[in-house]
């Protein structure tokens, strides 16, 4: 029986590298820098029901909303070995008000910046359900010699250079995208590396399942309600009705779109008119990843990647996912905006 050779994440980036007699490394580095971090992050995870790490750490981040304590552990975590790297200049984090400029020598050199929503969905954590780690990555714009800027941090999500997640479920995996290209990896426990097992992702052009917090209904316009409607109506030709599944962690829904297709929306509402996902932290990596795998990425009738952001903490709506899935929901919501 002939076994399959395991190639680490490692050995995947130095070998796209080699394939680039420009590339300098420095992207690939800052991804392994991101993976050993993720990797730290799971193993509390994994033992958080036998530490004291469940539950509110007592104090809200910029959102206003209540930190977990392994919010803050896996903040503490990428900060602390993002500063240690001498790829980043600097990072921007969900749980943080500011920027973080690194001011060393090295950093000061650094060519890119980070962006990371620490720990999504981790409403979840108490529960035992998925969460995850979102990260995006910029070549910075201001000068090298001298600590990035706010600039470097406000770029539109068409300037990435790479972006992923990291899923903490009932496995761990990474999934970065460039522009070359969206792979996976899985954590091997008995080696401690990630490793290779979703080469070249392609999200489906259809899928089956629409993924949105219904019970915000009350809240939607008449746009949206038709349009869930319309994926609860019985149809042969396209397979609806749909399947409706929530997880409550956007990189868990992503994750079920990005391998089986579908369609993940989080819109504007009554309560929320500019939309409730953060476009540096959520949104603009996601929309970078489905749509380097072929699939699409919306926030009303323009493409999220467009989005040229004013502030660190923006929000914007969503509509992400199978691309022919995604054009019909625009359509219901072009079709409110004719009207209006």
């Known amino acids: 029986m002939q076994h399959r050779k395991l190639i680490t994440m490692d050995e995947f980036t130095i070998r796209e590298t080699r394939k680039f007699p420009q ?46 304590k392994l919010d803050v552990f896996a903040n503490e975590t990428l900060i602390n070995i993002l500063k240690s790297s001498p790829d980043c200049a600097g990072i921007a984090s969900e749980e943080n008000d500011e920027l973080v400029a690194f001011e060393d020598t090295f950093s000061a050199n650094s060519k890119y910046i980070v962006l990371f929503d620490p720990l999504d969905g981790s409403s979840n954590i108490d529960v035992n359900a998925p969460i995850g780690t979102i990260f995006s990555i910029y070549r910075r714009v201001s000068e090298l010699g001298k600590p990035c800027t706010i600039e470097d941090f406000l770029q539109p999500g068409n300037k990435l250079m790479a972006a992923g997640y990291i899923l903490y479920g009932s496995s761990t995996m990474i999934v970065y995208a460039t522009r070359i290209g969206v792979n996976g ?156």
Request: aromatic letters at 8%; a neutral charge.
């Open 23 to 68: 590339a300098t490394g420095e992207l690939s580095s800052l991804l392994r820098d991101i993976g050993l971090a993720g990797k730290i992050i799971n193993k509390q995870v994994r033992r958080a029901g036998l530490v004291d790490i469940l539950g509110e750490h007592g104090a809200t981040n910029i959102q206003g909303e209540v930190q977990m």
């Open 185 to 340: 990896f899985t954590l091997e426990p008995s080696i401690g590396e990630f490793c290779l097992s979703h080469p070249n992702l392609k999200c489906p052009d259809n899928g089956k399942i629409y993924s949105i917090n219904q019970g915000n209904w009350v809240k939607y316009d008449s746009s949206m309600i038709n349009y869930l409607n319309y994926c609860m109506e019985n149809n042969k030709e396209d397979s609806r009705p749909y399947s409706h599944r929530y997880i409550g962690s956007m990189v868990a829904d992503m994750h079920r779109t990005l391998i089986k297709g579908g369609i993940f929306i989080y819109p504007a509402d009554k309560s929320s008119v500019k939309g409730k996902l953060r476009l540096q932290y959520e949104c603009n990596p996601m929309a970078f990843i489905i749509e380097a795998a072929g699939g699409k990425a919306i926030y009303g009738t323009g493409n999220i990647l467009d989005i040229v952001p004013t502030e660190l903490h923006e929000r914007t709506p969503i509509f992400i996912g199978s691309k022919n899935m995604v054009s019909k929901a625009i359509e219901f919501v072009s079709a409110k905006e004719h009207v209006s």
